[in-house]
């Protein structure tokens, strides 16, 4: 995965994907990968709702079929849906046949039209391959590495603090390795957002 902030050379690997969006505007877009899992989505939907922030999930499809009323708990509380493969597989390891096997297995869940690759990584065959099938790929401008070992809660949040501009995407992590810090991270960081004068938007 990228460190916090992808160079330019790779957004012109990929020009058709979502890197930033409307960086004329000061807001930003929250999107949270790996879920659902009961461990973290919970705390996370009501740490949102709390705020009053709606945010993109990219979701494993395999997580959603062991947790489908998570899944449901996500849509209904107006939150927007990405599809991160059905078993968190990496483009690196497969072909893009198998890729996109994998993709629509999730989307049979899911049914949409965001895709997000997992670790960052997409071939350009299978980035090809799936705008022909209509997915728009999401990318990110801010990667938290709310994941790592190697930082604190606080870590993540100045990373949020440091890197974040108009327009970015924002990339948190509904996952056992982050929600330790998220549990302290997450406030800090929409707090300090809404206090920046950052609004909040959905990846349509």
């Known amino acids: 995965m990228f460190i916090e902030q992808p160079p330019k050379i790779f957004r012109w690997f990929y020009p058709h994907a979502l890197w930033r969006i409307e960086p004329h505007r000061k807001v930003v877009f929250l999107t949270f990968d790996d879920g659902p899992i009961p461990e973290a989505t919970p705390f996370i939907l009501d740490t949102l709702d709390r705020f009053d922030v709606k945010a993109t999930f990219f979701m494993v499809g395999d997580n959603a079929a062991k947790y489908p009323h998570l899944l449901d708990e996500v849509r209904m509380r107006g939150h927007q849906i990405g599809n991160h493969t059905y078993n968190h597989i990496s483009g690196a390891r497969h072909t893009p046949w198998t890729y996109l096997s994998n993709i629509v297995k999730a989307n049979e869940l899911f049914h949409t039209k965001l895709f997000r690759p997992p670790h960052g990584w997409i071939g350009m065959v299978q980035y090809r391959v799936l705008r022909y099938c209509g997915f728009k790929v999401v990318m990110w401008d801010v990667v938290t590495r709310d994941y790592s070992r190697l930082l604190t809660a606080d870590d993540v949040v100045n ?18 390795k982050s929600i330790d810090k998220l549990k302290h ?20």
């Open 185 to 204: 991270a997450l406030p800090e960081i929409l707090a300090w957002l809404k206090k920046e004068g950052y609004e909040f938007g959905v990846i349509e």
């Open 159 to 176: 990373n949020v603090k440091r890197f974040t501009r108009n327009g970015s995407i924002i990339t948190l992590h509904d996952s056992l």
